[in-house]
């Protein structure tokens, strides 16, 4: 891999996913289950909070965050993505943004209308509209399903990510 790849990659991760692939280093993870999200053909999206030490010698680096796992409908996780503690705040806000753009829309007469947002982890929140429905969807891998759930029900999703940020930072994180 070029350097530039290199670069580009780690660019675009995210500092839990960069903090998980240390080597040679200590880790302590901390995690605490955050909610549950089912979807419409019996599966879920899972999230749970995650606060990481590593340690090197004298120096420790502490990173703050989530991560959402999708779990099927045999019960298994199926994918997975990282998201920090600060990009918390932005998801938050496009949720809302997401679920107020598909009430705007909800009984238009229109084309085929996505609106998404991607996090840094690449995993897609959004909704679609079509002249026969609306449905919200959340994909955590370009290669496995997505899930689907009314577009109301985004709200209980934007619950559990607030409760997931105010528990991260009782915990020491900041949004600096």
């Known amino acids: 891999m070029s350097d530039l790849a290199q670069d580009r990659s ?16 200590i880790v302590v993870k901390e995690n605490r289950p955050a909610g549950r999200c ?6 879920s999206i899972a999230a749970e909070t995650l606060i ?5 010698g004298a120096k420790k680096d502490t990173s703050y965050g989530v991560r959402l796992e999708r779990i099927d409908q045999d019960g298994d996780t199926d994918s997975a993505v990282f998201l920090d503690h600060d990009e918390l ?4 806000n496009a949720i809302d943004f ?12 229109r ?24 449905l919200a969807f959340l ?7 997505s899930t689907f759930l009314p ?4 709200g209980v999703l934007k619950q559990m990510l607030q409760e997931a940020r105010a528990h991260l930072q009782s915990c020491g994180a900041s949004d600096d």
Do not use: M, W
């Open 151 to 154: 577009v109301n029900r985004l």
């Open 111 to 134: 084309d085929y209308t996505e609106v998404t947002y991607s996090t840094k982890d690449g995993a897609t929140f959004g909704f679609y509209h079509s002249d026969q429905e609306q």
């Open 10 to 25: 780690v660019d675009q991760g995210t500092n839990v996913g960069r903090f998980l692939a240390n080597r040679g280093v």
């Open 139 to 145: 994909k955590l891998s370009d290669h496995r399903s």
């Open 89 to 92: 705040p932005e998801l938050i």
């Open 38 to 43: 089912k979807g419409e053909h019996g599966d």
């Open 98 to 109: 997401i679920a107020h753009t598909a009430v705007e829309l909800s009984g238009q007469d």
């Open 52 to 56: 990481l030490n590593v340690i090197k």
